[in-house]
């Protein structure tokens, strides 16, 4: 899609408070040390806070199973496991990628801390970012009572709520008063990484790791890995990478700094997560941020998750990807398109619920903030969705957008069908339209490329042209002239 930036938004914050505050403060006041012990009846190593995780990991052999208990496990660094091994949490288990922050001087009206020589790779900068959030890039994050602040640009741009690294002198600035407050900063880039296959990850937190862009707090790129019951979250970059053969189920995945999940691959599948929140660093949704996005799988299935209140598409294919299946799920309440397949080959998009969706209204003129937005792809299947008050209903966008490596990206062959699109609100510029808009002068769209809609439902409220075909807004009776929804139906 063309390169365009949203009005800026304000970036979301959490307070999180509760059993994970007390937690972390438990922990924080450090503990005793000792060997870890083997449960006689499941054989596993049971592993507490104060032991090295790393170290565990490589004096026990492949297969082993182990039991982390309560507590907060700050990490000095990614944790590397061996082939099968499965680490399981118990209630109250976080690993976190952040440091305490203690020894604030004051300056005036703000307090720094030196001797921070922390400073990830940093991608993409003056490029990916948001003009409101222009150190997107640079993947260091502060916390104040859980709380992730906004990483000012300047130290003249310091302001409460914010916070400022002069990376140079290695000095952090913020403009809150740190007396009583819990502070912290991200500084370890992953949780897990390596290659290894078939780890299982079950039950607990990881948050706060300083991942960099396009780096995931769950980054192991080995093949068969099971995550699941995790809650990943206020990681910089992404929560979870999915690739070969990964299955991931059941994770809440939020208020990560640019998407819940992503990842490549073959035979993955990611159903029954809630993706949530997910933008929070202000990363440009045109390049890619918001719920999930995934490239060069290959039987990619998402299925039964239930995505929204992203910065962002809720759920989002883009190149190369071929035979996804996007079934049953629930996405809602994200900034731009709900479900979004682009330049790619087969898939199908079925029995999914679609709601309010482009709910920033992103450019009148244009359809990315449909519910189901299929862009320059081929053979994609679209049926049985409930698609609701979306700031678009149906849609597809063709454009020169060149060839992958099974040809060309064309939309051609796309069937949309049996599918209910329900306009409830009033009409305004570019809301509720279903169809095709075509960009750089190509037509073959509309003429040979085997395109249709057909016994889809419509309830178009006060929209007097709700379908968008060769490129302009038409009537009823126009679109059924072209010979789409001829066996439809549309209440007004």
């Known amino acids: 899609m063309a390169a365009r930036h949203l009005v800026p938004r304000a970036i979301a914050l959490l307070v999180f408070t509760g059993l994970v505050s007390l937690c972390a403060a438990a922990s924080d006041q450090g503990g005793t040390s000792g060997t870890p012990s083997t449960n006689a009846d499941s054989g596993e190593v049971v592993l507490r806070p104060q032991h090295d995780l790393q170290q565990q990991l ?31 949490g118990d209630a109250q288990v976080v690993l976190s990628g952040a440091r305490l922050l203690t020894g604030f001087v004051r300056d005036g009206g703000v307090w720094f801390v ?13 490029s990916v970012c948001l003009p409101v959030a222009p150190r997107c890039a640079r993947p260091e994050d502060l916390f104040f009572d859980d709380v992730m602040l906004r990483h000012a640009a300047d130290r003249s741009d310091l302001q409460p709520g914010s916070w400022y690294f002069d990376y140079p ?50 980054n192991g790129v080995g093949r068969g890995w099971t995550i699941e019951g995790l809650e990943v979250r206020l990681n910089h970059f992404a929560g979870i990478r999915t690739v070969d053969a990964a299955q991931a189920r059941g994770n809440n995945v939020h208020h990560n700094g640019a998407l819940g999940f992503i990842g490549a ?65 629930r996405v809602e309440d994200n900034d731009l398109s709900g479900i979004f397949h682009e330049i790619g080959y087969r898939a199908v998009i079925r029995y999914n619920v679609v709601s309010r969706n482009g709910r920033v209204k992103p450019y009148p003129g244009w359809v990315d903030g449909a519910g189901i937005l299929v862009n320059s792809s081929s053979d994609v299947e679209v049926h049985n969705n409930t698609v609701t008050d979306n700031w678009q209903g149906i849609t597809a966008l063709e ?78 009776d126009e679109w059924r002239r072209f010979g789409q929804d001829v066996n439809g139906t549309v209440v007004h």
């Open 265 to 329: 691959g073959d035979n993955v599948i990611v159903e029954e997560n809630e993706i949530a929140h997910n933008n929070t660093a202000g990363y440009d949704p045109y390049w890619g941020a918001g719920g999930a996005k995934w490239v060069l799988t290959t039987r990619l299935l998402v299925r039964g998750n239930y995505s929204h209140d992203n910065h962002g598409p809720g759920l989002w294919t883009d190149i190369d990807n071929i035979d996804v299946v996007f079934e049953s799920n």
């Open 114 to 126: 030196d001797d921070q020589p922390q400073a990830g790779t940093v991608i993409g900068e003056g």
């Open 399 to 476: 454009g020169d957008r060149g060839s992958g490596k099974r040809g060309p990206w064309v939309l051609a062959r796309l069937y949309v069908h049996d599918n209910v699109i329900n306009q409830s609100g009033p009409p305004q510029p570019g809301s509720g339209r279903t169809g095709i808009l075509q960009v750089q002068n190509k037509t073959t769209a509309f003429t040979t490329a085997g395109n249709r809609f057909d016994q889809n439902t419509y309830y178009v409220g006060g929209i007097g042209r709700p379908f968008v075909w060769m490129n302009r807004d038409v009537t009823e």
């Open 169 to 218: 002198r290695r000095r952090i600035y913020i403009a809150d008063d740190p007396a009583g407050h819990r502070v912290e900063t991200s500084v370890t880039g992953v949780a897990f990484r390596g290659y290894a296959e078939r780890v299982t990850l079950r039950g607990f937190v990881v948050e706060k790791f300083a991942t960099p862009t396009n780096e995931a707090a769950v």
């Open 58 to 88: 490589e004096s026990h052999p492949p297969g082993t199973r182990f039991r982390l208990t309560a507590g907060t496990y700050r990490l000095a660094a990614p944790l590397t496991p061996k082939a099968n091994q499965t680490l399981v």
